[in-house]
């Protein structure tokens, strides 16, 4: 009998760019990222079909990114209380969407568009319609999310994501992090923000970027510095190639997170595939910081019928066809 995907449907894009060939697969459960890959290089911390994303890897995080301290937020003296989804912090964490069959509403060879429908509940009486829309072009993974309002109050949204970068035949920890973030947002042992200080001058000062194996992050940054329309971060190889993370505009935050305990899974030459515990970067883009449904940071409020669309992608440079 098949193993059954953990993830539900998988659909698989293919495209020749003048890079060579590129391929992803992405997941109907959580409009996730499951493989990207450039010339058979993986560009994202890939896992198999029948496991549960590892880490909340290449997840869409709707209606709010990152953490709501105590899964509590109040609006006009009402407050809300949501599901407590990180027990050991006591916090919701990840949106509503994260375990969320979306369904297929376009596909085509080298693109795909899902949707899914976040419904009035517990703590988030609202009604949203979103769509992503993942696409591969001769520049990397281009990105589009739409969230419409179809409730009938204001509705506050924010929304990030969960990719995990890499270059699959480089050891992760001598990849250089550049993040052209000038903030950074500081936090309480819970992760939760306590305030947001400049970085100029500390340790979390990486827009001109250190090797993932001297880092230990789990931190968020504000002041995404945006030129020609976007912002960027990437990490960088020591032969010069490089993968790039961008977002619009709407992207003036990201998250940084590089644990020790991803399960890394690696090709063999031969074609077979190991899994070990082992360093992992994810640059997480976020239209807002954690909590922002209490501090309004960066919070989003729809008006009923209103549409917002936000844009990001990853974008390799320097590999050779």
Do not use: C
């Not at 499951?34 to 909340?56: H, M, S």
């Not at 961008?246 to 003036?252: E, V």
């Not at 954690?290 to 992608?313: C, I, M, T």
């Amino acid at each position: 009998m098949p193993i059954a995907a953990a993830t539900g449907t998988q659909y698989t894009l293919i495209r020749e760019t003048p890079q060579g060939p590129a391929t992803a697969t992405i997941t109907e459960v959580a409009a996730g990222i499951r493989e990207y890959a450039l010339n058979g290089i993986d560009l994202v911390e890939g896992f198999a079909a029948d496991v549960v994303p590892p880490l909340g890897a290449g997840t869409v995080l709707v209606p709010w990114p990152n953490r709501i301290r105590d899964a509590i937020w109040s609006q006009n003296g009402v407050r809300h209380l949501l599901a407590i989804t990180e027990p050991a912090q006591m916090n919701a964490i990840h949106g509503l969407l994260a375990v969320t069959a979306y369904r297929l509403v376009e596909q085509s060879a080298d693109a795909v568009t899902l949707a899914a429908t976040v419904y009035p509940q517990a703590g988030y009486p609202y009604q949203l319609d979103t769509t992503v829309s993942y696409a591969l072009t001769d520049e990397g993974l281009a990105v589009t999310h739409t969230l419409r309002n179809v409730g009938t109050a204001d509705a506050p949204v924010a929304l990030g994501t969960h990719p995990y970068l890499k270059i699959g035949d480089v050891p992760t920890g001598d990849l250089v992090l550049r993040l052209n973030a000038t903030s950074h947002i500081d936090v309480d042992h819970r992760l939760n923000p306590v305030g947001e200080t400049p970085v100029d001058g500390t340790r979390f000062d990486l827009r001109d970027g250190a090797r993932v194996d001297d880092l230990d992050l789990d931190d968020g940054f504000g002041g995404v510095v945006v030129q020609d329309g976007r912002g960027e971060h990437s990490l960088t190889a020591p032969d010069g190639r490089r993968v790039t993370l961008w977002g619009d505009t709407n992207m003036a935050y990201v998250q940084a997170f590089t644990p020790r305990i991803f399960p890394v899974r690696a090709r063999g030459t031969d074609g077979t595939t190991t899994v070990q515990l082992g360093q992992a970067v994810a640059i997480e883009p976020m239209t807002a910081p954690a909590d922002a449904f209490n501090s309004g940071k960066g919070l989003r409020w729809l008006a009923p019928g209103e549409e917002w669309v936000v844009r990001w992608g990853i974008a390799p440079t320097g590999f050779v066809a």
